[in-house]
């Protein structure tokens, strides 16, 4: 079956514009998590949905970032006003539960260079 | 304080040998799972293995074994018989289980090269 998908594959913008990431999650995986992946900070996670709410953000870095996730499935990260350091491969992953033993499955992520 | 230590940050296996790369962690949990990914030069992330803080047996998936030490709070994952297509990075993660959702604490990773 289809795995998860992330769209663009690369974003180039300037500094001060914003921007929409997407995520496809595996269809009937009800959590959906959005991370981050720099040189600097390695992988950081940014906000966990449970069908359509976000019970954890406890890792978005900024008020300039936001998501939401619509029908249980798709997720979108914004990122207003984008700065610099916003600069990093955005990475979607979904799984069946929110549980600790539940696996969750990555997509190719988004590499977002900010000019 | 760093939750996930991988204090190796690249490694060098000859082709067909073994390799361990180390992993410890730090959680006041009684409940946790330990997983490794490998994150090739194409950028995805692929999950390796999983394992449950109150299994008692250590975990293994084909090639790869985890080397769960409760006590030391270390979670090596040990490859055989390496390939070329091993070579990648290794990245050594944790869910806590009182955190709603699970979300994934990694470490700063490992890079792996096999030698032909």
């Known amino acids: 079956g289809a795995g998860v998908s992330q769209s663009p594959s690369n974003k180039v913008t300037e500094k001060g514009k914003d921007v929409e990431l997407r995520c496809d999650p595996i269809s009937g995986h009800t959590a959906l998590y959005w991370y981050r992946q720099s040189l600097g900070q390695g992988l950081e996670f940014l906000i966990y949905f449970q069908g359509n709410s976000a019970p954890d953000k406890s890792g978005l870095p900024s008020d300039r970032f936001s998501a939401e996730r619509t029908g249980g499935s798709v997720s979108t990260l914004t990122i207003q006003r984008t700065q610099q350091e916003d600069s990093a491969v955005y990475l979607c992953?979904?799984?069946?539960?929110?549980?600790?033993?539940?696996?969750?499955?990555f997509g190719p992520g988004t590499r977002l260079t900010v000019l | 304080a760093q939750k996930i230590t991988q204090t190796q940050p690249g490694m060098f296996v000859q082709e067909k040998e073994a390799v361990t790369l180390d992993c410890t962690y730090d959680?006041?949990?009684?409940?946790?799972?330990l997983f490794w990914y490998k994150q090739p030069s194409s950028g995805e992330m692929i999950f390796l293995i999983y394992q449950g803080s109150y299994d008692e047996q250590n975990a293994t998936e084909g090639r790869y074994s985890l080397n769960f030490q409760k006590a030391r709070k270390s979670a090596n994952l040990v490859i055989s018989a390496s390939q070329l297509g091993d070579s990648a990075m290794y990245f050594c993660?944790?869910?806590?289980?009182?955190?709603?959702?699970?979300?994934?604490?990694f470490g700063q990773g490992t890079e792996l090269s096999v030698k032909p």
């Open positions: 993660a944790m869910r806590e289980g009182h955190n709603q959702g699970g979300k994934l604490i």
């Open positions: 959680t006041s949990d009684q409940s946790y799972g």
């Open positions: 992953a979904s799984s069946l539960g929110g549980s600790s033993y539940n696996e969750q499955f």
